[in-house]
């Protein structure tokens, strides 16, 4: 069978039937779909074409996994705990920063190096709200378009704009997929927007925040605590006119990592002057990385760090449908909605109202 | 009826009755109680003497809403709701640092020199684990001596080391029922412990954050983000040899304080230096503070803070009971904790563990 490499288009209309033809690959649209009721979905070989590094298969699991259908839903848990021991083998990266600070140039710079250098590089995108950002499917595409067409990479734009928590998880499980097809770097990429670095920094080992030269100004749009967040601070666009501005802007980042507690014990938290134009910093990048999985990995925390990450992502699903389910229910809406407008007014203190909803 | 100044021992023992004898305020033994079915809780009377700032009618309140026996609960409730419309005059103010930062001789200076200005001063803690900060109710009141024995001041130590979901719900209600009995300024202190800032930032207009000199070193100690919770930054003991250290200190905080997203819009957050013992810094501190309440109220950012923090304590309190009543579940806890294990073992994924738990 023919290596499928580079873009993943024709795998975004295949949903509707996952089981294909001889090859369980084949692109079936829905009117051709015949459903069987006796017809098994083929686990095994879907995972073994996406173990094979098959990227039309890759890309159906994750439509698979990102598909709201229930059906789906449960053969995509099955496909992840056939994969399940084939996940966790690469090192996983965290992006963020505010608009404009060039993240998709950087991750197409980053990336393009990483796969010259023989690594499989797989970019995934958690954007909870594409309009706000400016980010879309076909704005990455055309954004990443020369990583999309290396043979060594594999560019995941965010599905659409939807609920962070849909997003998320879906994004976690893709992560585990594309460990499952032998990716060694992934690439996570958010924007500054609610809590998706949050949500990310929980799901990667290195956390990287792109700012712009002129520190102060530029922090002041992003999200409270998010320096804190990072492993490492790229001061990009440094290039031109703009390099002392940024090795001085780096020199201020530095000074300020002093003062904050590091965001992974044992790692001095530092900061680099890239130009993904010039290509300048992009190696420097990566050592950083590296030192950090090696420095990391020699303590106990890298593990103790992704275990501790499992068991959260479980606690957070629990309270998450608890919620969930508590406040869709019209009735209990609707008795919050009135005790609220009580409380504020006034007439019942809060516990009054806690009490009056579970009664 | 005597004025009761300063101290509250004697209401700390009189829970088991609250009604009390003629006057509903007498020191009632547990044994001398006497129940009957009929005996009506003397609500009106309480609440009365609570607005005419009797202390031990405060302290009976006080435990009242702190006791966890339901018909005490029912009655503290009660009480609440007829005093809510004496409530939200005062200043809020929230006070916190690491341990050894100085927080209670902070409090006895800055609180006492309040009551001499003829401010009405109440101090609460929120302390989530008394062991670990060395704080006690003996140590609380033997480090704010002074205060403790001031007219105008009302000092109430934490109960107990206790879960902080409890302690931190009792204190926004204690909160409540000192501005009820008139007190102008409420100063809440927390350490910082877990959650216990986040919570008290919550529930505060003005949040303070006390430091040492030393900056740098001494904030790897204290949790991430605290420094954008604040208002206002105290660089304490700057006193003797250390004043020069104090000022630069400050200098340092002003500059990291820029680069950081402003605690409350419209208020660029600043830092002072204090001494507690040669009681200088201690009259720019409220200087800082009534400018804070001029520049917050002139924009309608400080009503709306507050409506906003009690739909938060609302919301939070269903979250906290749909959690706890889930995982106070004997059989959740047991599926939970097997479900874990076999997730971190990689045998089910975490969205199969969260199907199977809700089955």
């Not at 090696?294 to 303590?299: A, D, L, N, W």
């Amino acid at each position: 069978m023919k290596e499928q490499k580079g873009t993943e288009e024709s795998a975004l209309f295949v949903m509707d039937g996952v089981k294909g033809g001889h090859d369980g690959l084949s692109k079936i649209s829905p009117k051709k779909f015949r459903k069987k009721k006796d017809d098994k979905f083929d686990l095994q070989k879907l995972a073994a074409d996406i173990r094979s590094g098959n990227r039309i298969a890759l890309s159906r699991a994750i439509t698979l996994v990102e598909s709201s259908n229930s059906e789906h839903k449960e053969q995509a848990q099955k496909l992840l705990q056939e994969l399940l021991p084939y996940t966790g083998n690469s090192i996983r990266i965290g992006i963020t920063g505010v608009p404009g600070a060039g993240k998709s140039t950087f991750i197409e710079s980053f990336g393009t190096m990483l796969c010259d250098k023989g690594k499989k590089v797989a970019v995934l995108a958690i954007d909870p709200s594409s309009t706000l950002s400016g980010g879309s499917i076909l704005g990455d595409k055309t954004r990443m378009e020369k990583l999309s067409r290396t043979s060594n990479a594999f560019v995941r734009p965010s599905p659409s704009a939807g609920t962070l928590g849909g997003v998320h998880k879906k994004t976690r499980e893709t992560m585990l997929l594309c460990e499952a097809a032998g990716f060694d770097v992934i690439l996570i990429e958010t924007v500054g927007v609610g809590q998706s670095e949050t949500y990310v920094r929980g799901m990667v080992d290195f956390f990287l925040l792109l700012v712009l030269t002129g520190a102060g100004d530029e922090l002041q749009g992003m999200k409270k605590g998010i320096m804190e967040l990072a492993d490492g601070i790229i001061v990009h666009k440094s290039d031109g006119d703009n390099v002392n501005r940024a090795r001085k802007t780096v020199r201020e980042y530095k000074q300020i990592l002093h003062f904050l507690q590091p965001a992974t014990p044992g790692w001095m938290s530092t900061s680099l002057a890239v130009s993904s134009i010039a290509k300048t910093g992009l190696k420097e990048t990566w050592e950083m990385i590296c030192k950090f999985e090696e420095t990391v990995k020699s303590s106990s925390f890298w593990d103790l760090r992704r275990s501790q990450q499992t068991k959260d992502w479980f606690h957070n699903m629990i309270t998450d449908h608890l919620i969930e389910s508590f406040y869709n229910n019209k009735d209990n809406k609707n008795l919050i909605n009135d005790l609220e407008k009580s409380i504020l007014h006034g007439d019942i203190t809060v516990t009054q109202g806690v009490k009056r909803l579970f009664e």
